[in-house]
């Protein structure tokens, strides 16, 4: 089987892997059988647990000295910012919306990447770019009394994974994966006390039926993570990358299946645009990079 193939089939996995987390998630919460804090804190602990199992069974240390250096804290903190907002997202906002508004996270990470890191954009992804966000505006429809706080949550939970994405790439390159799958779900866990802290009364334990689906979250989150990590070392990452875009059709498809939501005509429209702007700017970058290596990025001619 070809690389770019394997690699894709990897992709599409993750993106299965996390839209049913995500689905889990938000039926745990949703059922008001734990509260969000709650619920991230037993997801972070077993998904954090599985990854520290199997880094112990490859040799690797669970704790490395380059978790403190400047790259991986500042990945960290955004992880956190992530994690913490997407959780209230989830709990509290249709996931149609949520998942079409994380899909602009690529969006972000190569603007980020133009403003911070100084890498080239051409006129045509800073155009592919802003049909995007014209795309995120359509979903949350801003108007003179504001932006719902519940589409809030989602924005900035989406700004805090395309804060840390920008930062991986200056993380360690000696780090693990199994180091960065037990720090991410780490940062789950403190993710889960910082809601905690803010919601009102004690802490109670989850309900049995609750406490099952957290552990469904946490396996389709491992399995996720685990299965993006092997896409993105498989194949040219211009092709398996916007593969990454299928969660969205299955968020779709589980919010209707499973919360019989039906998103409204500008929500997909909207949609559509930060899918399509962002599968353009993919396909652009790899046309650069091929067009950089004296390739031809349509392939050979017969």
Request: hydrophobic share 50%; net charge positive; with cysteine.
């Amino acid at each position: 089987m070809h690389d770019n193939l394997k690699g894709s089939l990897w992709m599409m996995l993750a993106m299965l892997g996390f839209g049913i987390e995500d689905a889990f998630f938000k039926a745990a919460t949703g059922s008001g059988g734990v509260t969000a804090g709650v619920g991230t804190v037993q997801f972070g602990l077993m998904a954090m647990t599985i990854y520290a199992v199997y880094a112990r069974r490859q040799g690797v240390p669970l704790w490395d000295p380059a978790y403190l250096q400047k790259g991986l804290l500042i990945r960290t903190a955004f992880e956190i910012c992530g994690r913490l907002f997407f959780a209230l997202s989830l709990a509290y906002t249709p996931l149609s919306t949520t998942s079409a508004i994380l899909q602009a996270a690529p969006l972000v990470v190569m603007l980020s990447a133009g403003l911070i890191l100084g890498e080239r954009i051409g006129p045509r992804r800073w155009a592919a770019m802003t049909v995007g966000f014209l795309g995120v505006l359509l979903i949350i429809r801003p108007s003179p009394a504001g932006i719902e706080a519940n589409a809030i949550f989602a924005l900035l939970g989406m700004i805090g994974f395309a804060g840390r994405d920008v930062a991986t790439r200056t993380s360690p390159p000696h780090v693990r994966s199994a180091q960065l799958g037990v720090l991410g779900f780490g940062v789950v866990t403190f993710a889960g006390c910082v809601i905690i802290a803010f919601e009102p009364g004690m802490p109670s334990l989850p309900s049995p039926h609750a406490a099952l689906l957290i552990c469904g979250t946490a396996i389709a989150g491992v399995v996720g993570y685990t299965a993006l990590t092997a896409a993105m070392r498989t194949g040219e990452v211009s092709v398996v990358a916007p593969f990454r875009y299928s969660r969205l059709i299955v968020a779709l498809i589980l919010a209707y299946a499973v919360f019989g939501e039906r998103p409204d005509a500008m929500t997909l429209a909207g949609a559509a645009l930060i899918v399509g702007a962002g599968v353009y700017s993919l396909w652009r970058e790899g046309a650069i990079r091929a067009k950089a290596q004296g390739l031809n990025p349509r392939g050979p001619r017969p």
